[in-house]
């Protein structure tokens, strides 16, 4: 497996780079407040340096929380976006052909931003609740590491609406429906 450097990240996986394995590690960051294993994989836990095997564990884990992550921003998120005004619009994949190079750039010109702001507010939202509320011998946070969670989370909320919304507007002018034409 070869290692993530920023010499190998390109066009083609940083969209999963920031959509999933940024806010997956985050999560992670959450769960080692009470594991031992996970703390162990973050090489937060002793006196031993990190390993390769860590590595690997963390990488692979931070993939699947990210993928949890997203799932659960899928649940709530998306919806509360939907609800909230932000309408999907009825693409027609058909239309798609010639015009998959110009998708795929909106994809991750605005959706995958869109995923990375919405993933990282909920695994932020995990680990401060964690650090907050799971880990009772770190105590409640103060006002100043509340109040940076809480400006966090807008910026990240705002940024979502923005980046969905554009690539919503975007896409649907590139693949309308003919039913909507």
């Known amino acids: 497996m070869q290692q993530l450097t920023m010499q190998n990240v390109t066009r083609d996986n940083f969209g999963l780079l920031i959509a999933y394995v940024l806010p997956g590690f985050v999560a992670l960051w ?21 390993t390769v095997g860590g ?30 005004g932000i309408s999907a619009p009825g693409l027609d994949f058909a239309r798609l052909g010639d015009r ?24 932020i939202a995990f680990t401060f609740s964690v650090y907050a509320f ?22 990240l909320w705002l940024g979502s609406r923005d980046a969905l919304q554009k690539y919503y507007q975007r896409t649907s002018s590139l693949l309308k429906s003919s039913r909507e034409s």
């Open 55 to 84: 590595f690997l564990y963390v990488t692979v884990a931070a993939v699947a929380a990210g993928m949890l992550v997203s799932t659960v921003r899928w649940m709530t998120i998306d919806r509360i976006h939907h609800f909230t």
């Open 134 to 155: 799971v880990a009772p011998d770190r105590g409640l946070p103060d006002i100043r590491v509340a109040a940076s969670f809480v400006a966090v989370e807008m910026v």
């Open 100 to 123: 998959l190079s110009a998708f795929e750039l909106l994809v991750s010109g605005h959706y995958q931003f869109y995923q990375w702001h919405a993933n990282m507010a909920v695994a």
């Open 30 to 50: 959450g769960v080692s407040f009470f594991s031992e294993t996970v703390r162990h994989w973050l090489g937060t836990s002793s006196a031993n340096p990190p």
